[in-house]
T-cell receptor, first 114, second 115 residues
Framework: DTGVSQDPRHKITKRGQNVTFRCDPI?????LYWYRQTLGQGPEFLTYFQNEAQLEKSRLLSDRFSAERPKGSFSTLEIQRTEQGDSAMYLC????????????FGPGTRLLVL | AQKVTQAQTEISVVEKEDVTLDCVYE???????LFWYKQPPSGELVFLIRRNSFDEQNEISGRYSWNFQKSTSSFNFTITASQVVDSAVYFCALSAASSASKIIFGSGTRLSIRP
């Protein structure tokens, strides 16, 4: 049973460029979450999907951020016109459907915007 | 609003000592779940335990134990006979019924075990 995977693991980009991250959840999980973690802080919720439907978005998710899960399997998170403040670890998690189900996290994508 | 407070930013102990990581949470919901995750230097969050608000029974798993007290809104984590491999950042987290499925994390406690 494979866990959550994320690609790439590291990304360095210049300010103003667009970046896209991919997350593959645990296969039997129909919920998928994105979080952002900055240095010295806990992860902060960005958005989540149940199957292909995006059910909630945080105020942290500005209009430069977009997430998709087109077939209810993998998901992508795109950041357009990156800013230095976007530098962070982007974490993906998945869970079974239902309140309070344990979320299992991937290894994260560390983004550095120069 | 929901909130998780981990007042201990960093703890350093010598190997084999016992150590307790504190967690205090705030929520108006009566139905909620509490979690602990471990984040080793590699960066991946590792799930340790989940507890629902209706189950105050303490839990022990090997060298790890958890003390859930609703009266003080605390969910503390104790490592007995600590080992160097326990060095990591530990996060306490809350998922409340009114907040759908998102998890609210504390700011974490960095635990260093010295040989």
């Amino acid at each position: 049973d494979t866990g959550v995977s994320q690609d790439p693991r590291h990304k360095i980009t210049k300010r103003g460029q667009n970046v896209t991250f991919r997350c593959d959840p645990i296969s039997e999980h129909n919920r998928l979450y994105w979080y952002r973690q900055t240095l010295g802080q806990g992860p902060e919720f960005l958005t989540y999907f149940q199957n292909e439907a995006q059910l909630e978005k945080s105020r942290l998710l500005s209009d430069r951020f977009s997430a998709e899960r087109p077939k209810g399997s993998f998901s992508t998170l795109e950041i357009q016109r990156t800013e230095q403040g976007d530098s962070a670890m982007y974490l993906c998690a998945s869970s079974s459907q239902g309140f309070g189900e344990t979320q299992y996290f991937g290894p994260g994508t560390r983004l550095l915007v120069l | 609003a929901q909130k998780v407070t981990q007042a201990q930013t960093e703890i350093s102990v010598v190997e084999k000592e016992d150590v307790t990581l504190d967690c205090v949470y705030e929520t108006r919901d009566t139905t909620y779940y509490l979690f602990w995750y471990k984040q080793p230097p590699s960066g991946e969050l590792v799930f340790l335990i989940r507890r629902n608000s209706f189950d105050e029974q303490n839990e022990i798993s090997g060298r790890y134990s958890w003390n859930f007290q609703k009266s003080t809104s605390s969910f503390n984590f104790t490592i007995t006979a600590s080992q160097v491999v326990d060095s990591a950042v530990y996060f306490c987290a809350l998922s409340a019924a009114s907040s759908a499925s998102k998890i609210i994390f504390g700011s974490g406690t960095r635990l260093s075990i010295r040989p």
